[in-house]
């Protein structure tokens, strides 16, 4: 179980186009999901919470109109790039914490997503 | 910012021997768990241990936690090719709803 998915396991763009990743939490309702950047040979770093049904909270740093973050179900979170940009290539992982604590997995753990590779041309 | 800090940045080791990693963090937490990396792929969580907890088993991984140095270690004991993987800890603090993550150990583990 806690398995989480994200689509699509890589995309190639051009240069301002608009890119959307979906998470989703395919046996569990997650009521917080996570978005993640990793550039290469680096660790992760936190993008935003994104919490259903309310505003996602961003990290110092990340720019809220240029990464558009919804999660609309407890099952779905959604990442769009916009205006993509050859900076902005990077591997995109998501995670997600399970809300209930009888009988499912721990709300300590967060279960990641294999991550989108962007790649911006 | 990511708190944790992991050394080495990198170790190669012999197929058979232990792989030992240590990650530091800065606030307090409640509690540190590492991941293991393939290369281009996701994460996967190998194991939580809790602020109250010293030290964890789980099968050829043991993790210790010592809060008064704020530090952890991982060791991976009878290590195999297949072990080769990058490995992060991550912090989940006592104020927050989030993991920071460490900078990371790249373990190559040769046959």
């Known amino acids: 179980g806690a398995v989480v998915s994200q689509h699509p396991s890589w995309v190639i763009c051009k240069s301002g186009t608009s890119v959307k990743i979906e998470c989703r939490s395919l046996?569990?309702?997650?009521?917080?999901m996570f978005w993640y950047r990793q550039f290469p040979k680096q660790s992760l770093m936190l993008m935003a919470t994104?919490?259903?049904?309310?505003?996602?909270?961003?990290e110092q740093g990340v720019e809220k109109d240029k990464f558009l973050i919804n999660h609309a179900s407890l099952t779905l979170s959604t990442l769009t790039v916009t205006s993509a940009h050859p900076e902005d290539s990077s591997f995109y992982i998501c995670s997600a914490r399970d809300h209930w604590l009888a009988g499912g997995p721990s709300t300590d753990t967060q279960y990641f997503g294999p991550g989108t590779r962007l790649t911006v041309l | 910012s990511q708190q944790g800090e992991e050394d080495p940045q990198a170790l190669s080791i012999q197929e058979g021997e232990n792989a030992t990693m240590n990650c530091s963090y800065k606030?307090?937490?409640?509690?540190l768990q590492w991941y293991r990396q393939n290369s281009g792929r996701g994460l996967v969580h190998l194991i939580l241990i809790r602020s109250n907890e010293r030290e964890k088993h789980s099968g050829r991984l043991r993790v210790t936690l010592d809060t008064s140095k704020k530090s952890s270690s991982l060791l991976i004991t009878a290590s195999r090719a297949a072990d080769t993987a990058s490995y992060f800890c991550a912090t989940d603090g006592i104020y927050g709803n989030k993991l920071v993550f460490g900078a990371g150990t790249i373990l190559r583990v040769k046959s």
């Open positions: 046996d569990f309702q997650a009521t917080t």
């Open positions: 994104s919490n259903e049904g309310s505003k996602a909270t961003y």
């Open positions: 606030t307090s937490i409640n509690n």
